[in-house]
C-alpha cells in the first residue's frame, strides 16, 4: 500500500460522534491516532494535577472549564479543534512518559500480547499503519471500514489482551482504563506528524532497549 491509498478527514462526508468521557470521531476509512493507558498510570494526585493544566490549555483557548466545554470546541473550525485536541493530549501524554503505574507492558510477553492482538486482523477488519506499546500506554494510527467499527473494536481489542494478561499477571480488575484519546487524521503531512511522533515516543521517555514495541508498515 502507498500513502496516495490512505484516506484523511473529509468535513463533508459523514461522520459519527460519540460522547463518553471524551467526544469521539470516527469516519469511515479515515486513518485515527488513538491512544489507550493502562488503569494506574494516572494515579489520583496526578490526575489532579492534569485537570489543572488541562483547565490552562482550555482557558488560554477561551474554553470555560467549568462549562460545556466540549460542546463549545466541537462548534469550532476544524483547524482550531485540531490545535485544541494536540494540546490536550500533549498535556495528558507527558505524565504518561513519566512512566507511573506497575507499568506492566514493560513486561516483553504481555507487550507482545498487546501488539499481537492490534495486528491479528490487519488489513482484513482495520488497517494498522504505526504502533508503539510503551510501559503504560499505547499510541498507533489506524483505519476502520466503517465509523462504527473504531470503538467496538477498541472495545474488543481492550478486553482480550486485558483478560489475557491480568491471567498472567495473577491479578483481576480493569487492566486498562475505560476512555481512550482518538484523533482523526485531516492530511498527509499530519499522517507524518504522528508517524513521527510515535517512533520517537521511546527515546523522548528515555527507554531502553526491550522495554517498548514498535512497528511500522512500510508505505511507498
Not at 113 to 134: E, K, P, Q
Not at 189 to 210: C, M, T, V
Request: hydrophobic fraction near 40%.
Amino acid at each position: 500500500m502507498d500513502k496516495t491509498s490512505i484516506s484523511y478527514f473529509d468535513p463533508q462526508a459523514e461522520w459519527l460522534i460519540v460522547e463518553r468521557g471524551l467526544p469521539h470521531w470516527a469516519q469511515a476509512g479515515c486513518v485515527v491516532f488513538i491512544t489507550w493507558r493502562l488503569g494506574d498510570s494516572l494515579p489520583s494526585e496526578i490526575l489532579n494535577a492534569l485537570d489543572q493544566q488541562i483547565a490552562e490549555v482550555l482557558l488560554q483557548e477561551n474554553l470555560n472549564p467549568s462549562g460545556n466545554w466540549k460542546l463549545e470546541l466541537a462548534q469550532r473550525d476544524t483547524t482550531t479543534r485540531g490545535r485544541v485536541q494536540w494540546k490536550l493530549f500533549a498535556t495528558r501524554d507527558k505524565f504518561l512518559d513519566d512512566g507511573l503505574g506497575a507499568c506492566h507492558l514493560a513486561n516483553p510477553q504481555y507487550a507482545n500480547i498487546a501488539l499481537n492482538s492490534l495486528l491479528r486482523f490487519d488489513d482484513d477488519r482495520y488497517y494498522v499503519t504505526d504502533t508503539v506499546v510503551m510501559p503504560n500506554h499505547i499510541h498507533f494510527l489506524c483505519s476502520f471500514q466503517d465509523a462504527e467499527s473504531m470503538l467496538k473494536q477498541c472495545m474488543e481489542w481492550k478486553r482480550f489482551t486485558g483478560r489475557g494478561i491480568n491471567k498472567l499477571i495473577g491479578r483481576s480488575g480493569e487492566f486498562w482504563q475505560v476512555d481512550q484519546f482518538d484523533h482523526l487524521i485531516r492530511s498527509p503531512e499530519q499522517f507524518d506528524h504522528y508517524r513521527r511522533y510515535i517512533a520517537a515516543n521511546p527515546k523522548k521517555a528515555n527507554l531502553s532497549a526491550g522495554s517498548y514495541l514498535h512497528f511500522q508498515k512500510p508505505l511507498t
